[in-house]
């Protein structure tokens, strides 16, 4: 599975190689699988969220500003999770993604 990052205009593999056009613009196939990738982030936030890791504590609380950054903080670690590989879910919308698109 290939990792995607975004810099600016540049789309960068794991190995740091470009996988743009030399046009400069990311394929059809780049797009996809970063909608993909985006797609399970976003479910994994939402599951953790369900889950009760972004709940306060009632005993130790960081007050309100723990609860506005609670949702950036699962966000994130969504993102490491996808990043690490996550469910295979980014990888089957992508590959369905792929049969439509042909």
């Known amino acids: 599975m290939i990792k995607i990052t975004s810099i600016g205009a540049i789309t960068m593999n794991p190995l740091g ?3 743009i056009t030399p046009q400069g613009h990311p394929t059809q196939t780049e797009k996809l699988r970063a909608l993909a990738i985006d797609l399970e982030t976003t479910f994994l936030t939402e599951i953790l969220k369900h889950s009760g890791l972004g709940a306060t504590q009632s005993t130790f609380n960081g007050g309100i500003g723990e609860e506005q950054f609670s949702s ?3 966000e994130e670690t969504a993102k490491q999770i996808t990043g690490s590989g996550g469910i295979g879910l980014a990888e089957n ?8 698109a042909k």
């Open 17 to 19: 190689t470009s996988l």
């Open 72 to 74: 950036m903080r699962l």
């Open 93 to 100: 919308i992508f590959q369905s993604l792929i049969a439509r």
